[in-house]
Protein backbone atom coordinates (compact mmCIF):
# COMPACT_ATOMS: atom_id res chain seq x y z
CA UNK A 1 0.00 0.00 0.00
CA UNK A 2 1.49 3.21 -1.34
CA UNK A 3 0.79 6.43 0.25
CA UNK A 4 1.72 9.75 -1.96
CA UNK A 5 1.55 13.23 -1.35
CA UNK A 6 1.36 15.68 -4.24
CA UNK A 7 2.19 18.97 -2.77
CA UNK A 8 2.81 22.44 -4.30
CA UNK A 9 1.65 26.43 -4.28
CA UNK A 10 -1.91 26.86 -6.20
CA UNK A 11 -1.68 26.50 -9.66
CA UNK A 12 1.63 24.09 -9.77
CA UNK A 13 -0.24 20.91 -11.18
CA UNK A 14 -1.40 19.05 -7.99
CA UNK A 15 -4.78 18.21 -9.99
CA UNK A 16 -3.40 17.71 -13.21
CA UNK A 17 -0.27 14.97 -12.29
CA UNK A 18 -2.91 13.33 -9.88
CA UNK A 19 -5.03 12.39 -12.89
CA UNK A 20 -2.15 10.80 -14.68
CA UNK A 21 -0.10 9.24 -11.13
CA UNK A 22 -4.32 7.86 -11.30
CA UNK A 23 -4.63 6.43 -14.56
CA UNK A 24 -1.13 4.46 -14.60
CA UNK A 25 -0.48 3.50 -10.84
CA UNK A 26 -5.13 2.70 -10.02
CA UNK A 27 -4.48 4.72 -7.06
CA UNK A 28 -7.31 6.14 -4.98
CA UNK A 29 -7.60 9.92 -5.48
CA UNK A 30 -8.42 12.42 -2.25
CA UNK A 31 -8.44 15.92 -3.41
CA UNK A 32 -9.24 18.08 -0.17
CA UNK A 33 -10.31 20.94 -2.89
CA UNK A 34 -12.42 18.67 -4.92
CA UNK A 35 -14.73 17.80 -1.65
CA UNK A 36 -15.06 20.89 -0.44
CA UNK A 37 -16.24 21.93 -4.22
CA UNK A 38 -18.13 19.10 -4.44
CA UNK A 39 -19.84 19.90 -0.85
CA UNK A 40 -20.02 23.85 -1.57
CA UNK A 41 -22.31 22.72 -4.99
CA UNK A 42 -24.72 20.70 -2.93
CA UNK A 43 -24.82 23.41 -0.34
CA UNK A 44 -23.90 21.25 2.95
CA UNK A 45 -23.22 22.88 6.51
CA UNK A 46 -19.59 22.31 5.72
CA UNK A 47 -20.00 23.62 1.70
CA UNK A 48 -21.55 26.95 3.48
CA UNK A 49 -18.52 27.31 5.63
CA UNK A 50 -15.99 26.70 3.28
CA UNK A 51 -17.08 28.71 0.83
CA UNK A 52 -16.71 31.85 3.00
CA UNK A 53 -12.80 30.67 3.46
CA UNK A 54 -12.12 29.79 -0.22
CA UNK A 55 -13.97 32.91 -1.71
CA UNK A 56 -11.60 35.02 0.26
CA UNK A 57 -8.38 32.99 -0.57
CA UNK A 58 -7.74 31.53 3.07
CA UNK A 59 -7.52 28.03 3.80
CA UNK A 60 -10.63 26.15 5.47
CA UNK A 61 -9.90 25.50 9.39
CA UNK A 62 -7.78 22.76 10.51
CA UNK A 63 -10.76 20.39 12.37
CA UNK A 64 -12.83 20.22 9.49
CA UNK A 65 -10.67 18.80 6.71
CA UNK A 66 -9.14 17.07 9.13
CA UNK A 67 -12.39 15.03 10.10
CA UNK A 68 -13.57 15.03 5.64
CA UNK A 69 -10.19 13.64 5.49
CA UNK A 70 -10.51 11.02 7.83
CA UNK A 71 -13.93 10.05 6.80
CA UNK A 72 -12.81 10.11 3.34
CA UNK A 73 -9.70 7.46 3.86
CA UNK A 74 -12.25 5.38 6.01
CA UNK A 75 -14.10 4.34 2.64
CA UNK A 76 -11.32 3.21 1.27
CA UNK A 77 -10.33 -0.62 1.05
CA UNK A 78 -8.01 -2.76 -0.99
CA UNK A 79 -6.60 0.18 -3.47
CA UNK A 80 -3.08 -0.39 -4.45
CA UNK A 81 -2.57 3.70 -2.80
CA UNK A 82 -3.61 6.38 -2.53
CA UNK A 83 -2.56 9.61 -3.71
CA UNK A 84 -3.11 12.97 -1.43
CA UNK A 85 -4.00 15.97 -3.38
CA UNK A 86 -4.27 19.43 -1.67
CA UNK A 87 -3.30 18.01 1.94
CA UNK A 88 -2.18 18.76 4.30
CA UNK A 89 -1.46 22.43 3.98
CA UNK A 90 -0.52 22.81 8.09
CA UNK A 91 1.85 20.80 10.20
CA UNK A 92 -1.16 20.11 12.13
CA UNK A 93 -2.68 18.50 9.59
CA UNK A 94 0.41 16.21 8.43
CA UNK A 95 0.52 15.74 12.17
CA UNK A 96 -2.82 14.48 12.27
CA UNK A 97 -2.03 12.45 9.10
CA UNK A 98 0.36 10.78 9.80
CA UNK A 99 -1.89 9.58 13.05
CA UNK A 100 -4.14 8.53 10.83
CA UNK A 101 -1.78 6.34 9.23
CA UNK A 102 -0.19 5.01 11.83
CA UNK A 103 -3.90 3.57 13.30
CA UNK A 104 -3.51 1.55 9.69
CA UNK A 105 -0.01 0.53 10.34
CA UNK A 106 1.02 2.48 7.17
CA UNK A 107 3.08 5.65 6.58
CA UNK A 108 3.88 8.33 3.89
CA UNK A 109 5.91 6.49 1.08
CA UNK A 110 6.95 9.95 -0.58
CA UNK A 111 5.57 13.39 -0.46
CA UNK A 112 6.26 14.91 -3.94
CA UNK A 113 6.88 18.76 -3.82
CA UNK A 114 6.14 20.36 -7.24
CA UNK A 115 8.56 23.54 -7.29
CA UNK A 116 6.97 26.42 -9.74
CA UNK A 117 7.94 29.78 -9.39
CA UNK A 118 5.23 32.46 -8.57
CA UNK A 119 4.81 34.31 -11.95
CA UNK A 120 3.94 31.37 -13.87
CA UNK A 121 1.92 30.00 -10.61
CA UNK A 122 -0.31 33.83 -11.11
CA UNK A 123 -0.15 33.18 -15.16
CA UNK A 124 -1.33 29.12 -15.07
CA UNK A 125 -4.50 30.43 -12.48
CA UNK A 126 -5.74 33.80 -14.21
CA UNK A 127 -5.28 31.50 -17.06
CA UNK A 128 -7.49 28.61 -15.95
CA UNK A 129 -9.63 31.01 -14.33
CA UNK A 130 -10.95 32.27 -17.81
CA UNK A 131 -12.45 28.65 -18.39
CA UNK A 132 -12.78 27.39 -14.71
CA UNK A 133 -15.39 29.93 -13.19
CA UNK A 134 -13.88 29.05 -10.17
CA UNK A 135 -13.89 32.23 -7.46
CA UNK A 136 -10.89 31.60 -6.11
CA UNK A 137 -8.74 32.02 -9.60
CA UNK A 138 -8.94 36.07 -9.96
CA UNK A 139 -6.08 38.14 -9.35
CA UNK A 140 -6.28 39.50 -5.93
CA UNK A 141 -7.29 36.06 -4.66
CA UNK A 142 -4.58 33.89 -6.24
CA UNK A 143 -2.23 36.98 -4.76
CA UNK A 144 -3.68 36.00 -1.40
CA UNK A 145 -3.55 32.11 -1.66
CA UNK A 146 0.36 32.23 -2.77
CA UNK A 147 1.10 34.65 0.55
CA UNK A 148 -1.71 31.73 2.70
CA UNK A 149 1.10 28.66 1.02
CA UNK A 150 4.36 30.70 1.90
CA UNK A 151 3.40 31.06 5.34
CA UNK A 152 0.93 28.80 6.40
CA UNK A 153 2.09 25.67 3.89
CA UNK A 154 5.72 25.91 3.28
CA UNK A 155 6.39 24.43 7.24
CA UNK A 156 5.06 21.60 5.82
CA UNK A 157 8.19 21.09 3.68
CA UNK A 158 10.55 20.55 6.50
CA UNK A 159 7.96 17.88 8.60
CA UNK A 160 8.19 15.82 5.61
CA UNK A 161 12.17 16.34 5.12
CA UNK A 162 12.48 15.38 8.91
CA UNK A 163 10.18 12.27 8.31
CA UNK A 164 12.94 11.26 5.42
CA UNK A 165 10.01 11.47 3.25
CA UNK A 166 10.67 14.43 1.20
CA UNK A 167 11.10 14.25 -2.74
CA UNK A 168 11.11 17.66 -4.70
CA UNK A 169 10.28 17.76 -8.30
CA UNK A 170 10.36 20.54 -10.97
CA UNK A 171 7.63 21.38 -11.73
CA UNK A 172 7.70 23.09 -15.24
CA UNK A 173 7.98 21.79 -18.52
CA UNK A 174 5.67 19.72 -20.20
CA UNK A 175 3.10 17.62 -18.11
CA UNK A 176 4.48 14.83 -19.41
CA UNK A 177 7.81 15.74 -18.97
CA UNK A 178 6.77 16.24 -15.03
CA UNK A 179 5.09 12.99 -14.90
CA UNK A 180 8.08 11.51 -15.92
CA UNK A 181 10.07 12.45 -12.94
CA UNK A 182 6.96 11.81 -10.48
CA UNK A 183 6.64 8.47 -11.68
CA UNK A 184 10.52 7.53 -11.19
CA UNK A 185 9.90 9.01 -7.55
CA UNK A 186 6.70 7.17 -7.09
CA UNK A 187 8.39 3.70 -8.27
CA UNK A 188 11.55 4.17 -6.05
CA UNK A 189 9.57 3.96 -3.10
CA UNK A 190 7.55 0.48 -3.61
P1 LIG B 1 -7.02 23.06 -4.69
O1 LIG B 1 -8.22 22.54 -5.35
O2 LIG B 1 -6.11 22.07 -4.04
O3 LIG B 1 -6.33 23.86 -5.88
P2 LIG B 1 -5.01 24.53 -6.37
O4 LIG B 1 -3.95 24.49 -5.31
O5 LIG B 1 -5.48 25.86 -6.86
O6 LIG B 1 -4.54 23.82 -7.71
P3 LIG B 1 -3.55 22.70 -8.30
O7 LIG B 1 -2.15 22.76 -7.80
O8 LIG B 1 -4.27 21.39 -8.17
O9 LIG B 1 -3.46 23.15 -9.81
P4 LIG B 1 -3.89 22.51 -11.20
O10 LIG B 1 -3.35 21.13 -11.42
O11 LIG B 1 -5.37 22.66 -11.35
O12 LIG B 1 -7.43 24.12 -3.53
C1 LIG B 1 -8.43 25.14 -3.65
C2 LIG B 1 -8.75 25.81 -2.29
O13 LIG B 1 -9.42 24.87 -1.39
C3 LIG B 1 -7.54 26.28 -1.44
O14 LIG B 1 -7.09 27.57 -1.82
C4 LIG B 1 -8.15 26.28 0.01
O15 LIG B 1 -8.93 27.41 0.26
C5 LIG B 1 -9.07 25.07 0.00
N1 LIG B 1 -8.39 23.84 0.49
C6 LIG B 1 -8.08 22.74 -0.27
N2 LIG B 1 -7.44 21.82 0.48
C7 LIG B 1 -7.31 22.36 1.74
C8 LIG B 1 -6.69 21.90 2.95
N3 LIG B 1 -6.06 20.72 3.01
N4 LIG B 1 -6.74 22.70 4.04
C9 LIG B 1 -7.37 23.89 4.01
N5 LIG B 1 -7.96 24.38 2.88
C10 LIG B 1 -7.93 23.63 1.76
O16 LIG B 1 -3.13 23.46 -12.22
C11 LIG B 1 -3.44 24.83 -12.35
C12 LIG B 1 -3.46 25.25 -13.81
O17 LIG B 1 -2.15 25.08 -14.39
C13 LIG B 1 -4.40 24.40 -14.67
O18 LIG B 1 -5.12 25.27 -15.51
C14 LIG B 1 -3.48 23.49 -15.48
O19 LIG B 1 -4.01 23.18 -16.75
C15 LIG B 1 -2.21 24.32 -15.58
N6 LIG B 1 -1.01 23.48 -15.62
C16 LIG B 1 -0.77 22.36 -14.88
N7 LIG B 1 0.46 21.86 -15.16
C17 LIG B 1 1.02 22.71 -16.10
C18 LIG B 1 2.28 22.74 -16.78
N8 LIG B 1 3.22 21.80 -16.59
N9 LIG B 1 2.52 23.76 -17.62
C19 LIG B 1 1.58 24.72 -17.85
N10 LIG B 1 0.36 24.74 -17.24
C20 LIG B 1 0.08 23.75 -16.38
Redesign the pocket.
Known amino acids: MQNVIIF ?11 EKIIEKFGFAHI ?4 I ?2 AEIKSGTPLGVT ?1 AK ?2 DN ?6 DL ?1 IDM ?1 ENKLNTLNNMPGVIF ?6 VE ?1 AKALKEMLEKRGEKISVMIN ?1 EVAKP ?1 LID ?2 L ?2 GQ ?2 G ?1 S ?2 KLETIEK ?1 IK ?1 YESQTTPVIDFYKNEGSYHGVK ?5 D ?2 FSSISESIESCV
Do not use: H, N, W, Y
Request: proline share 7%; no cysteine; glycine share 16%.
Open positions: GPPGSGKGTQSSTGDLRAFIGQLVPDILDGFPRTQLERLKRISRDDRVGVGSIEI
